[in-house]
């Protein structure tokens, strides 16, 4: 939790590609510019700008 007491909303390490998308949607995410910095969306999946492995772990200390 950050300082704020707010729960931050992680991106889903993959797109569902569901018609109605969902929240969390990596590409919705993307659009709007909610997504952590460091982090970009290639062929629906979540990745990482330097070229890591994305986990959960270090995706929830980056948001």
Do not use: F, N, Q, W
Request: hydrophobic share 30%; net charge positive.
């Amino acid at each position: 939790m950050g300082k704020s007491g707010k729960v931050a909303k992680l991106p889903k390490l993959k797109c569902c590609e569901s018609r109605k998308k969902c929240g969390r949607c990596p590409l919705r995410m993307l659009k709007d510019g909610t997504l952590p910095s460091g982090y970009t969306v290639k062929r629906r999946h979540l990745v990482r700008l330097d070229g890591k492995k994305v986990t959960k772990k270090k995706l929830a200390k980056a948001a």
